[in-house]
């Protein structure tokens, strides 16, 4: 599915309208007696229940469903550091998603600080807000300590999606590659094209899996990371340093089991994928360009496992699978945190619902006769609706098994609730 430059600027003001989200009250306001409920004097009431108990605010305002979605512009996309106005395209972007696929509300909030200290200053000042922080588009390394420091710092989730989300989804997807391989976790070479935020979370979240330190090579645009390099490193990527001399992708990616692409299109030749491993898995994951083109790839390699970014191709890795899921799991238990435990359950609930039989109304979604789990089926269709109750779910309980909420949640009740918002199937 192919959209021009018209047809996005098209969309972001269509009927006349510009951008994509707007704000609408959920209480009357027709008379005159609502006014005074909604505002003067009736408001403050609420208030001074709320001063009287904290934990009122999430009886009498919408606290416990509202995150806040906030960048500074410094890693748009694939787009680079365009500026914090330049963001709210695709914070509002973000917004729609977190709304579709959760019945989650969004404020976009787009600050223009490139300090980290001054935006950690600025979002801890604002979080009494919200529910929960999802940080986007924040550049490598800053966004590491901008995350770390917010969330020590504050009692609600902080959730860097660049980070997080894409290490989710490529937990999930691998998980289940190396189910149809019959490879094992503790066994493999993985190595990434491309060493920020995404790949870095990536590679952290496979080892919590089980994927060994040793067996997890980065490569980026200087090369392998080894002991010793000065260009483009820090702490967070020192941990998977390599030997201690230079190398290129092509000499890394041999033998290699898995190839995880965060980086740029076209990078990767037939060649180097014929020096890896028997059935290899290849996540090319660059947009809108992977690493290497999807067919160039199945041709090279016929019993390949391969999956993109892009939704015209089988095994779409997309963050929408879980960050609106992982929200609403956590909101939905008011988690202060969103702690490597319920990530992992996240990856876990994404595997095991691609083995669940494929409903026919997602299959006329996508306009699919059948769809079997298999080495084009291994992670769920972003439209599939039971993501929302698998994950959400899972994530839930996770939180209250780790300590981090008092409220659990009954698994029937808590479908009935989606149910009503309309989050079931």
């Avoid at 977190?98 to 019945?103: G, T």
């Avoid at 999802?134 to 710092?153: G, K, V, Y």
């Amino acid at each position: 599915m192919m959209i021009s430059s018209d047809d996005a600027l098209n969309y972001h003001q269509l009927d006349g309208i510009p951008g994509k989200t707007c704000v609408m009250p959920t209480k009357p306001l027709e008379t005159q007696r609502d006014l005074s409920l909604a505002y003067t004097p009736g408001v403050a009431v609420p208030v001074q229940e709320i001063e009287k108990d904290p934990k009122n605010v999430y009886k009498y305002t919408n606290k416990g469903n509202l995150v806040g979605v906030i960048s500074n512009g410094t890693a748009i996309l694939g787009l680079g550091n365009l500026g914090a106005l330049a963001s709210k395209p695709v914070m509002e972007g973000k917004a729609v998603l977190f709304k579709k696929f959760a019945d989650i509300d969004v404020f976009d909030i787009e600050i223009d600080a490139l300090d980290s200290e001054e935006l950690i200053k600025i979002v801890a000042a604002i979080a009494p807000t919200f529910g929960g922080i999802n940080l986007e588009d924040i550049r490598s390394p800053e966004c590491f300590h901008i995350e770390q420091t917010l969330q020590d710092m504050l009692d609600i989730p902080v959730f860097h999606d660049d980070q997080h989300g894409t290490a989710v989804i490529v937990g999930a997807s691998l998980l289940n590659a190396l189910e149809i391989t019959g490879k094992k976790l503790d066994q493999i070479k993985i190595v990434f094209s491309g060493a920020g935020a995404a790949a870095i979370a990536s590679a952290n979240l496979l080892r919590s899996l089980g994927v060994p330190c040793s067996n997890i090579w980065l490569t980026d645009i200087e090369g392998l990371v080894y002991e010793g390099r000065r260009e483009l490193m820090f702490p967070e990527k020192l941990v998977y340093a390599k030997g201690d001399h230079p190398a290129v992708l092509g000499d890394v990616i041999k033998d290699a089991d898995v190839f995880i692409g965060l980086s740029a299109g076209n990078i990767v030749t037939p060649e180097m994928l014929m020096t890896m491993s028997d059935k290899p898995i290849i996540f090319a994951m660059a947009n809108p360009h992977p690493e290497i083109k999807y067919e160039l790839a199945k041709s090279t390699r016929p019993n390949a496992i391969v999956a993109t970014g892009r939704s015209d191709y089988p095994n779409q890795i997309n963050n929408v699978l879980c960050f609106p899921f992982i929200f609403r799991g956590a909101l939905d238990v008011r988690a202060r945190k969103i702690n490597e435990e319920m990530k992992l359950a996240a990856s876990k609930a994404l595997a095991a619902l691609a083995k669940e039989p494929v409903p026919a109304e997602i299959l006329e979604l996508y306009e699919l006769e059948s769809l079997e789990f298999g080495i084009d089926y291994i992670i769920p269709k972003p439209l599939d609706k039971r993501i929302c109750y698998s994950v959400a779910m899972e994530v839930a309980k996770a939180a209250f098994n780790t300590g981090l909420t008092e409220i659990q949640l009954d698994p029937e009740e808590y479908k009935c609730k989606l149910e009503r918002l309309g989050l079931m199937p």
